[in-house]
């Protein structure tokens, strides 16, 4: 559960696509005071919804686990889109995901530099955002047998 809690704020935190893929409106749509012109997305606004994500912009996995470490049931969220035009591909996106995941903490621990460290809001300012470069350790959590499947 706490790997598919720290995917879930992953995807939210710093979606992919940061806007979703753009739709026409039918009207204009009034959300929290503001006005969302058309033809616009509202997975940006949907993600960082004060009501649904206190303290929005901290990245805290744990907001998707229930009070015994379980994932929530009443937490879902829409990170493949929603409705009839949710992603066909979602369960082969989502498994694949989990699965990159559980192998690369399984075979290193990932660590930040001391002398190094993380600026969590350095990304590109485009429509598919990336992290601007950082320095973090992979240490393997077994040298020899690590090196042995490598091969």
């Not at 696509?17 to 039918?26: E, K, L, Y």
């Not at 997305?41 to 901290?58: E, L, Y």
């Amino acid at each position: 559960p706490k790997l598919h809690a720290f995917i879930s704020e992953a995807l939210r935190w710093r979606p992919v696509v940061i806007f979703g893929v753009f739709h026409r409106a039918t009207e204009d749509i009034i959300w929290f005071s503001a006005l969302t012109l058309e033809p616009t997305s509202t997975h940006r606004v949907i993600s960082r919804d004060p009501v649904a994500f206190p303290d929005r912009k901290k990245f805290g996995p744990q907001r998707w686990l229930d009070p015994n470490s379980q994932l929530r049931t009443d937490a879902l969220f829409y990170r493949y889109g929603f409705s009839r035009r949710v992603y066909p591909g979602l369960h082969v996106a989502s498994r694949s995901l989990y699965i990159n995941f559980v192998l690369l903490l399984w075979s290193f621990r990932i660590a930040e530099r001391p002398n190094a460290p993380i600026d969590v809001d350095a990304f590109t300012n485009t429509g598919i955002p990336h992290a601007l470069p950082f320095e973090v350790d992979f240490v393997p959590r077994m040298e020899e047998g690590l090196k042995q499947m490598m091969k």
